[in-house]
């Protein structure tokens, strides 16, 4: 099974207007970590937000937060106020465990965001 | 500057071949991660090292495939006889400690095997 699933390929928005990444993950690990990273066309990724499976409240960073629901294992990332530079590729990716291999990510396949103006 | 750094950018070389990628992480992150990310999908997780050693290498497709780290700084990739199915763009990250916290990613190396 896909320990990281991202059922959008591709998503479109309009500047200004909010849009949701979905993320739904598969572990039977209690902790756990999940992260979002974007990745432009310059290749690079970039770190955007993180939650750990013991947090009690969402994530929040600037204009992204981390819809997490822990029972339905979603992990969802809200981008508000869109702009045109966020048009890029969304990762989703998670880390397993707290010992032995928390070094390690494994990512889903992404969902490339449009933002049109 | 500041930011992970990966050379080259881009390779591309015959089948058969040997390639090298070095990667230079931030100064002071002692752990350092080579990701591969095929066409169309996540990155996905080739060697940590923690220092100059290999701690897992356990993504290496192949032994092809070899990594070094010999001053706990640089890292370079090395693939022998180079296939086809090696096209990918190979990323290199580092972070300051081993928890795969906050991963700091470089542009990456564009590999294509003709």
């Known amino acids: 099974a896909q320990k990281i699933t991202q059922t959008q390929p591709g998503m479109f928005v309009q500047e200004k207007e909010a849009v949701t990444l979905d993320c739904t993950y598969d572990?039977?690990?209690?902790?756990?970590?999940l992260f979002w990273y974007k990745q432009p066309s310059s290749g690079e990724m970039i770190f955007l937000i993180y939650q750990g499976s013991y947090d009690q409240q969402n994530a929040t960073e600037g204009r992204y937060s981390l819809n997490f629901q822990k029972a339905r294992k979603s992990a969802n990332l809200v981008i508000s106020a869109s702009q045109l530079g966020d048009s890029a590729m969304y990762f989703c990716?998670?880390?397993?465990?707290?010992?032995?291999?928390?070094?390690?990510?494994?990512f889903g396949k992404g969902t490339l965001l449009t933002v049109n103006p | 500057g500041a930011g992970v750094s990966q050379t080259p950018s881009n390779k591309v070389t015959e089948k058969g071949k040997y390639v090298e990628l070095r990667c230079d992480p931030i100064?002071?992150?002692?752990?350092l991660y080579w990701y591969r990310q095929s066409l169309g999908q996540g990155p996905e997780f080739l060697i940590y090292f923690q220092g100059t050693g290999a701690a897992d290498d356990s993504g290496l497709p192949n032994d092809r495939f070899f990594a070094v780290r010999p001053e706990g700084s640089v890292s370079t990739l090395k693939i022998q006889r180079t296939e086809r199915g090696d096209s990918a763009v190979y990323l290199c990250?580092?972070?300051?400690?081993?928890?795969?916290?906050?991963?700091?990613f470089g542009e990456g190396s564009r590999l294509t095997v003709l």
């Open positions: 572990t039977s690990d209690p902790s756990y970590g």
């Open positions: 100064s002071g992150h002692t752990a």
């Open positions: 990250a580092s972070s300051f400690d081993g928890r795969a916290g906050e991963l700091f």
């Open positions: 990716a998670m880390r397993e465990g707290d010992g032995g291999s928390n070094y390690k990510l494994t």
